[in-house]
């Protein structure tokens, strides 16, 4: 009931005011028109009345300020506390309705039976600017105002000279209204609940999810969210185009379907995804959409997260839930440990993880309680070093913790756990503790809407890369899951009890090396890293009681020599490797891995001859991880069109350095035999990294694309001696190994 | 699940201020109009662009935007609860008492004489504008 509105019915009625048209801003139907149909079109029908923005005769009066009471329907937990009336006023509607159609004719006037003292937010700076009066007293802003508790002298006489204002809306006056509509929106942007901080879930929607395969989630996310169609609409007429730029971002990859922002091999590479987060519900449409987890149950089932409401309760029983694993000595989170319950994912996940969760002192007390209890739980925390251990221990003894604290003691509860920060924060303060955490993501930021200072286009591209980018990190890390599981299973488990004794330590000595099929096999193709972990007893003077020497000798009686070394003496065969003769030494030959080869035989031969040698003094391991890739080159790489495709990866050996350093950080993290050898102080370790020490036909544009400067443009390695340092370096810092 | 109510005091102010600003404009218009039942608005060469009704002494006019229910004393007590301070509420209780006792048989003469108030020049329609006004 508008008695306002009936009112000035009675008044202004009849044939003698052709065009003008009096609507109700508090009907729930005018309102949902006007937001969703006269913002879109020129002739819009208004709650029945058919309006052309394009007639100069026509005039307006919307009567009421304040949108209908229960417009927005039941509101999302995630919605509590956000003051988001303030910005569908009908001056807000006004404002809009300008900066969309600057030149329309028709002239429009809101009428607030309110003093305008009363308006609040984004009412009252929008009212300023339509309620001013020009020097000559018309209005600032051509036929469009607000008149705040206005007597009918003053309507009367806006509808008639409103009927001979023919002025053009000027671009400053536009901009200004565009300006002020968009920073009311997204002002207070730190703040936790503010509606910057779920406008850009909304809009990011509105980007992924109007296909058919997504579209019963968006449907299901618009009957708890009825605020959004109007956001999108008022972003819109704001010049925020969703679904234009969704096209134009569709075309940069044919194996993207088009609601998803990660490719299908990506998506396969994901068994699932775990969000944990207060604005879960709010949030979880969007990221099941981008992630492909849509289209069918089954897929929809790759996706878990607390039910709408109940994560505070959830949310607030973890510390008690990560306090039982640690007790049972369980290494894995499982998908049931963040929501209890679902166990649908095991432990096969990406986690994306908010950092303000809003779950008080007493929830933050009770990590640091966890915290203190996990540093002395005899657990492996492989990303702390003996003074990041200490400074965590301070830190929680202190009670000095903040938001970071959850991400961190899950990424050292279970280390190889991908998760993904999925916070708004752009604070330095909040991302620097995540610097030395390997499992923790940083790439990807929830989009906070302010000035907009680059097109949304722009902003949305950058914001697919780094989720892409992510996601790709997340996968990377899964796989390493997977092989530390395998290699758990079958390698690994070396029994400390077979460590030779030595009261001098050990030399461990891990030769590593990397292998894959043939780049021109289209993927998916294996890849491999992979070799020998040799272990000898040192003596008094710290040397290996069985020397080098011995070894050698005993592979040549053997026969089992294949290659060369600086050490060798200097009456063994050198092999030629120059360009003209790529070859090992008698590998070609002898070394036959085919179906039938002698390859398996006389590796056995070499292995067993090393053992013989080593006798009770050492221990011999083989390892190996094997992969899969995918694809030649992740998605977010733009390959240039004279790069060929095989080589565009191939060049960075991102894949391969990273399977290698897997397989060593495996090895130093899960051996028991070698975490047992390491714990003697006077223990050496060193890495052989195997590289290629042979030509490869460079491609030099593509190197120098990455800044890589190709010294001599014939030929270049592929593992090079510098890779060595590196990989050695962070793997032994990883490892906390001195 | 928590399901928010929505409440805003901004909602009640603008309801109060609605349904002060419609018996206002009301006043107006019977104001403007009196003694026509309409008015025209004259552009600068006298061309009419705009007419504006009055509510006159048909009681239905006065009640009807309020949608509180048929014109009586009860329900002119419940309009003029809408609008906030006493003063106000007074003025506009007596204006709606009186406008409610108007019968089917008055004529429109009858009806503004019952609109007359004692020893003053006003009648209640512009004592009740004047009241809505300060």
Redesign the interface.
């Known amino acids: ?8 019915g ?5 044939p ?2 052709p065009g ?1 048209h009096i609507l109700d801003y ?1 009907d729930k139907k005018t309102f949902d028109s006007l937001w969703l149909t006269g913002l879109e079109s020129t002739t819009p029908t208004i709650n029945g009345t058919n309006l052309d923005w394009t007639d100069d005769h026509q005039r307006i009066l919307i ?4 949108p209908p ?2 417009i ?1 329907g ?2 999302s ?1 995630s ?2 506390g956000i003051s988001f ?2 910005h569908f006023t009908a001056t807000s509607w006004l404002a809009a309705w300008k900066v969309k159609f600057p030149d329309s004719k028709t002239s429009v006037a809101v ?5 305008s003292a ?1 308006a ?1 937010g984004a009412a009252r700076a929008l009212q300023t600017i339509l309620a001013a009066r020009a020097a000559s007293g018309r209005t600032l802003v051509p036929r469009a105002t607000v008149l705040n ?5 003053d309507i ?1 006489q806006w ?2 000279a409103s ?2 204002d023919q002025r053009a809306t000027p671009a400053h006056l536009r901009e200004l209204l565009k300006f002020t509509i968009w920073s009311e929106l997204t002002s207070e942007r730190e703040q936790h609940h503010a509606l910057s901080n779920v406008l850009g879930a909304l809009l990011l929607l509105a980007q992924v999810g109007t296909r058919s395969a997504s579209r019963g989630l968006v449907e299901a996310h618009t009957a708890r969210f009825s605020l959004q169609p109007y956001l999108v609409a008022m972003a819109r007429a704001c010049g925020i185009t969703p679904d234009a730029t969704r096209e134009s971002a569709d075309s940069d990859d044919g194996d993207r379907p088009p609601d998803w922002w990660v490719g299908r091999d990506l998506n396969r590479a994901i068994p699932g995804a775990v969000l944990f987060d207060d604005m879960s519900d709010l949030w979880r449409w969007f990221l099941q959409i981008a992630l492909g987890f849509c289209g069918s149950e089954a897929e929809a089932k790759r996706f878990v997260t607390t ?4 994560f505070r309760e959830m949310a607030g029983t973890l510390p008690d839930r990560l306090d039982a694993l640690i007790q049972s000595g369980r290494e894995r989170i499982v998908s049931g440990d963040l929501v209890p319950g679902d166990l649908s994912l095991q432990d096969q996940f990406v986690l994306f993880l908010d950092l303000r969760l809003g779950l008080g002192t007493e929830f933050q007390r009770c990590l640091e309680a966890l915290g203190l209890k996990l540093l002395h739980s005899g657990r492996n925390l492989p990303w702390l070093t003996d003074a990041s251990r200490a400074a965590l221990e301070d830190e929680l003894q202190g009670g000095k913790t903040g938001e970071t604290l959850l991400p961190r003691l899950l990424a050292l509860i279970d280390p190889t756990l991908p998760i993904v920060i999925f916070s708004s924060t752009h604070r330095r303060e909040l991302i620097e503790p995540f610097r030395d955490y390997g499992n923790l993501i940083t790439t990807f930021r929830k989009p906070v809407l302010s000035g907009m200072t680059s097109p949304w286009a722009e902003t949305v591209r950058e914001l697919h890369g780094d989720f892409v980018s992510a996601v790709e990190q997340a996968a990377g890390i899964l796989r390493a899951r997977q092989i530390f599981r395998s290699l758990h299973a079958k390698a690994v488990p070396c029994d400390p009890a077979g460590l030779p004794a030595s009261e001098h330590g050990w030399l461990i000595e891990i030769f590593i090396d990397e292998s894959e099929e043939p780049t021109e096999t289209q993927p998916p193709r294996s890849l491999c890293a992979g070799g020998v972990i040799v272990v000898r007893t040192l003596n008094r003077q710290g040397l290996p009681e069985v020397s080098d020497v011995q070894l050698l000798h005993k592979l040549v009686e053997r026969g089992c020599l294949w290659g060369w070394c600086v050490d060798m003496p200097g009456n063994f065969h050198r092999p030629s490797n120059t360009p003209a003769t790529r070859r090992y030494y008698k590998k070609g030959a002898k070394l036959d891995f085919s179906t039938g080869g002698r390859g398996s035989q006389l590796l056995e031969e070499m292995l067993g001859s090393i053992r013989e040698a080593l006798g009770g003094k050492g221990v011999l391991i083989p390892f190996a991880a094997i992969d899969r890739r995918s694809r030649d080159y992740p998605s977010w790489m733009e390959v240039p069109g004279n790069v060929r495709w095989h080589e565009a990866e191939k060049l960075l050996d991102a894949s391969l350095r990273k399977l290698v350093l897997h397989a060593l950080e495996t090895l130093l993290f899960r051996s028991r035999l070698l975490r047992s050898a390491l714990e003697n102080p006077a223990t050496r370790v060193a890495i052989d990294l195997g590289i290629r020490d042979y030509p490869c036909r460079p491609n030099p544009s593509l190197a120098e694309a990455f800044g890589i400067e190709v010294r001599n443009r014939g030929w270049r390695a592929s593992f090079q001696s510098e890779d060595g340092y590196q990989i050695t370096a962070e793997t032994l810092a990883r490892a906390g190994i001195p | 699940m928590i399901t928010l109510v929505e409440d805003d005091p901004e909602k009640a102010i603008e309801k109060e201020s609605a349904s002060l600003l419609a018996l206002r404009l009301l006043c107006e218009a019977w104001e403007f109009t009196s003694p026509n039942s309409r008015m025209d608005i004259l552009d600068s060469k006298g061309n009419p662009v705009l007419t504006i009704h009055s509510p006159g002494t048909e009681p239905r006019n006065w009640f009807d935007p309020f949608d509180l229910g048929e014109p009586s004393g009860e329900i002119a007590k419940k309009i003029a609860s809408l609008m906030g301070d006493k003063p106000k509420l007074e003025a506009v209780e007596k204006l709606l008492t009186t406008i409610a006792s108007f019968t089917a048989g008055e004529n429109n003469e009858e009806r503004i004489e019952k609109l007359k108030v004692c020893d003053h020049p006003d009648n209640l329609v512009i004592k009740t504008r004047k009241a809505l006004t300060s």
């Open positions: 009931m508008n008695p306002a509105f009936n009112v000035l009675l008044i202004l009625h009849g003698a005011n003008t508090r009567v009421g300020n304040e009471d229960g927005f039941e509101l937990a919605l509590k009336r303030g009428i607030d039976p309110r003093e009363l609040s508790a206005p007597g009918l002298a009367c509808l008639a009927k001979a039910a709408p409401g109940q």
